[in-house]
């Protein structure tokens, strides 16, 4: 299950400006960033559920809108309140993409 | 009439009245006014007498008398209708456009078009260049009437700047 969704992320975007960079210099190939980018994307998904422990909640004001499509659910939210123990993080407007979590999907 | 031929054409206003009779057993035996005169229609499939096309007369000058069709608009009518709007469509975009050109004209000299935008000079906030982004994987997503749950996982957040990470997330959001 190796996602491509967590290039848009800053580690993910910084990562690709910096290849694109490199491409630009000469100093490295296109296909070489591609591999880099899909290594990038095996270490994230392997990384994430192994290394992270942090569990949080949020309460939105609104959900303004959903939308379920190729099985992927995005919403945007308003007036946001993500929640971890004591620390509190508030947000008017919050975008939330999220791919299936099974077990059993596919690289995307 | 059988035999004769069919007079006025496509557009005639010649009305004929025409009468179906006959009897629930199939006879047809009715006295007849002297002007009518009955045909035999060749489409009953049954024997002579048990069922006829009765003409009653022809328009205007026959014994019945025509209601309908009198004051009907013919498709001459309709054609002239539709010229004058053609017409009254075309002096209605000449005046438009000839509208909207002084309007241009007279507005590059009065004010900037764009003077009734809507622009908001502040920011909200100090984030506006943030979209605050998570980006998980769904482990359900349950709705009931416009109440929505959230079991998220895995995800990055960058709110306000700022990178998160979380390893599951619940979430509660009307709609």
């Known amino acids: 299950m190796t996602y491509q969704l967590y290039r848009n992320t800053t580690l993910g975007n910084t990562l690709q400006e910096t290849l694109d960079e490199l ?15 899909l290594l990038f994307d095996k270490s994230i998904n392997n990384a994430l559920p192994s290394r992270v422990r942090s569990r949080l909640t949020f309460k939105a004001g609104r959900l ?11 919403f945007m939210l308003n007036d946001v309140e993500f929640r971890e123990v004591q620390e509190v993080a508030k947000v008017d407007k919050v975008k939330i ?10 690289k995307v | 009439m059988e035999g ?8 005639s206003k010649e009305r004929y009245t025409i009468l179906f009779l006959t009897f629930a057993n199939g006879k047809l035996e009715v006295s007849l006014p002297k002007t009518g005169s009955i045909m035999q229609s060749n ?8 069922g006829g096309v009765l003409v009653l007369g022809k328009g205007p000058t026959g014994m019945v008398r025509q209601i309908d069709g009198a ?3 013919s498709d001459d009518d309709d054609d002239d209708e539709d010229e004058d709007d053609d017409a009254e469509e075309e002096e209605e975009n000449d005046e438009k456009d000839e509208e909207e050109e002084e309007e241009n004209e007279g507005g590059a000299e009065e004010e900037p078009l764009n003077s009734e935008d809507d622009v908001s000079d502040e920011d909200p906030t100090d ?7 998570v980006v998980c994987q769904y482990d359900k997503i349950t709705r009931s009437r416009n109440k929505w749950k959230f079991y998220l996982k895995d995800g990055i957040m960058n709110l306000g700047g700022k990178d998160f990470v979380f ?9």
């Open chain 1, 97 to 106: 993409v999220a791919c299936d979590g099974k077990n059993t999907e596919g």
């Open chain 2, 43 to 50: 489409n009953v499939a049954t024997s002579s007498n048990t």
């Open chain 2, 167 to 175: 390893q599951r997330a619940n979430g509660d959001a009307e709609w």
């Open chain 2, 71 to 73: 004051d009907d608009s």
């Open chain 2, 127 to 133: 984030l506006f260049d943030t979209d605050n982004v």
């Open chain 1, 64 to 74: 303004n809108t959903y939308r379920f499509c190729d099985n992927v659910w995005t």
């Open chain 1, 23 to 37: 491409i630009q210099y000469g100093q490295i190939t296109p296909q070489l960033a591609i591999k880099i980018l």
């Open chain 2, 4 to 11: 004769e031929e069919c007079s006025g054409g496509h557009y």
